[in-house]
T-cell receptor, first 113, second 115 residues
């Protein structure tokens, strides 16, 4: 069935290193993708989005890559900092026009000092 | 002040009780959503509303109802709470001008425990 999932539940990286968080989706009709960051006790916070007519988009220290051929999405965080510790969710829109998002299960990013 | 607020932030109730979770936004967005989050899972859509006169069921609407009292207010009700409705509930908003699937902005969440 339709699903959006993440390959790893937990990712541990050294402070200052780059992080890559992956996401797979199964619905070919998905045309809008978002990465959210959720810190403990808070609601998801928008990081970056990408539409299906693009394969790369950059923000401040973050880059999202979209590979529609293999239905894969990734979030790259450059020079990770302690404040990057959080759960990261990918989400996509594929409800035939409805704007509700389908979320993946999340990856917990842990920054090691 | 937060753009999307939820009340209460925490709630404990008993099986069979009716409860209401409220959401208010000052972003001026026309679209509002309710999601629930369970441990180890992503958020799942319960209901969404494109404007005051428009209410739509999401992925997991059974056991829930909603009311869009005004553009800025969207409440979620559990008519007869059951233990498997214990979860973290999030309200979100988006702006129609951002297009289909536009960025959604989330409230801080309501943690609900049904005993």
């Amino acid at each position: 069935g339709e699903s959006v999932g993440l390959h790893l539940p937990t990712l541990s990286v050294q402070e200052g290193d780059n992080s890559i968080i992956n996401c797979a989706y199964s619905n070919s009709a998905s045309d809008y993708f978002i990465w959210y960051k959720q810190e403990s006790g808070k609601g998801p916070q928008f990081i970056i989005d990408i539409r299906s007519n693009m394969d790369k988009r950059q923000g401040q220290r973050v880059t999202v890559l979209l590979n529609k051929t293999v239905k894969h999405l990734s979030l790259q965080i450059a020079a990770t900092q302690p404040g990057d510790s959080a759960v990261y969710f990918c989400a996509e829109n594929s409800r035939g026009g409805a704007d509700g998002l389908t979320f993946g299960k999340g990856t917990h990013l842990i920054i090691q000092p | 002040d937060a753009d999307v607020t939820q009340t209460p932030r925490n709630r404990i109730t008993k099986t069979g009780k009716r409860i209401m979770l409220e959401c208010s936004q000052t972003k001026g967005h026309d679209r509002m959503y309710w999601y629930r989050q369970d441990p180890g899972l992503g958020l799942r859509l319960i209901y969404y509303s494109f404007d005051v006169k428009d209410i739509n069921k999401g992925e997991i609407s059974d056991g829930y109802s909603v009311s869009r009292q005004a553009q800025a207010k969207f409440s979620l009700s559990l008519e007869s709470a059951i233990p498997n409705q214990t979860a973290l509930y999030f309200c979100a908003t988006s702006d129609r001008t951002s297009g289909r699937g536009g960025t959604q902005y989330f409230g801080p969440g309501t943690r609900l425990l049904v005993l």
